[in-house]
């Protein structure tokens, strides 16, 4: 063979090589869903001794499964397909409100990372069809950034109940907020509030992502902090950005202070 067929022959093998490489380490877009559906629902109703997801509600349709990302790291996601955010189900009427029910499994980070936290030290988060990679709704159940904490702190005066831009850049990039006056969100879905806001404006619920975080009112009374950001250019729109997978929070001096 000559010289120049062998490079070629090699040349081909390598690039053959790559391709297989990328297949093999391309994130499954389903790979969640798969748990869900094939693991988790089906070994509780089989009453299995173990199950992958640390809860399965299967009258109320969701699971709360540990993610592999953190220390704390958990995820609430329904038993039945829905793909994420842009999902028509999540915002039509009578639409089961997964965020209270993540709200309420904050217990899980909790006790993964061994301390009570504040409620402006919680973050939920889902990401835009853009800046995730799975295509079964999830919401990130994690510990906030302590500088988004900070910053937050520092300008929740200053949020009321429509929605306003931020006056800085959170972890690089631009979010409005709104305040939720409903500390427990029983009459309150995120889905809704954003949904309402964009759709006579024509905007995609696809290219949209949200963060909740809990606050307390001045008067005493609980409440939340919902952040929102759209794709542009060079931004994805994660929210997840503001979450801090290394709970670097657990590690303040007053963590005896009970939850709020």
Same mark, same amino acid.
């Given at each position: 063979?000559?010289?120049?067929?062998?490079?070629?022959?090699?040349?081909?093998?390598?690039?053959?090589?790559?391709?297989?490489?990328?297949?093999?380490?391309?994130?499954?877009?389903?790979?969640?869903?798969?748990?869900?559906?094939?693991?988790?629902?089906?070994?509780?109703?089989?009453?299995?001794?173990?199950?992958?997801?640390?809860?399965?509600?299967?009258?109320?349709?969701?699971?709360?499964?540990?993610?592999?990302?953190?220390?704390?790291?958990?995820?609430?996601?329904?038993?039945?397909?829905?793909?994420?955010?842009?999902?028509? /189900?999540?915002?039509?009427?009578?639409?089961?409100?997964?965020?209270?029910?993540?709200? /309420?499994?904050?217990?899980?980070?909790?006790?993964?990372?061994?301390?009570?936290?504040?409620?402006?030290?919680?973050?939920?988060?889902?990401?835009?069809?853009?800046?995730?990679?799975?295509?079964?709704?999830?919401?990130?159940?994690?510990?906030?950034?302590?500088?988004?904490?900070?910053?937050?702190?520092?300008?929740?005066?200053?949020?009321?109940?429509?929605?306003?831009?931020?006056?800085?850049?959170?972890?690089?990039?631009?979010?409005?907020?709104?305040?939720?006056?409903?500390?427990?969100?029983?009459?309150?879905?995120?889905?809704?509030?954003?949904?309402?806001?964009?759709?006579?404006?024509?905007?995609?619920?696809?290219?949209?992502?949200?963060?909740?975080?809990?606050?307390?009112?001045?008067?005493?009374?609980?409440?939340?902090?919902?952040?929102?950001?759209?794709?542009?250019?060079?931004?994805?729109?994660?929210?997840? /950005?503001?979450?801090?997978?290394?709970?670097?929070?657990?590690?303040?001096?007053?963590?005896?202070?009970?939850?709020?």
């Amino acid at each position: 063979m000559k010289r120049s067929a062998v490079l070629a022959f090699f040349a081909t093998v390598v690039a053959l090589g790559a391709i297989g490489a990328w297949v093999t380490v391309r994130p499954d877009p389903d790979a969640l869903w798969r748990i869900v559906s094939e693991q988790c629902v089906p070994a509780a109703r089989s009453g299995a001794a173990r199950n992958p997801c640390a809860k399965v509600d299967l009258d109320q349709g969701y699971v709360v499964f540990k993610d592999r990302n953190g220390i704390g790291q958990y995820l609430l996601m329904p038993t039945g397909r829905i793909d994420g955010i842009e999902s028509p /189900e999540l915002v039509a009427p009578g639409a089961r409100n997964y965020w209270r029910d993540a709200w /309420e499994a904050r217990s899980y980070l909790e006790q993964a990372i061994g301390t009570p936290l504040r409620r402006e030290e919680i973050g939920l988060a889902v990401n835009s069809t853009s800046g995730r990679s799975q295509n079964h709704l999830h919401i990130h159940i994690d510990c906030m950034q302590p500088q988004v904490i900070a910053a937050l702190a520092a300008l929740k005066t200053t949020i009321g109940e429509q929605w306003t831009d931020l006056p800085m850049p959170l972890p690089g990039h631009s979010y409005r907020a709104r305040l939720i006056r409903d500390g427990t969100l029983g009459e309150t879905d995120p889905f809704q509030l954003l949904f309402a806001d964009i759709q006579p404006r024509g905007e995609a619920m696809a290219d949209q992502t949200l963060l909740l975080t809990g606050t307390t009112l001045a008067d005493g009374r609980p409440a939340f902090l919902l952040l929102n950001d759209s794709v542009e250019p060079g931004d994805n729109a994660s929210a997840e /950005e503001l979450q801090d997978h290394s709970c670097s929070v657990r590690t303040r001096h007053d963590s005896g202070q009970p939850r709020a």
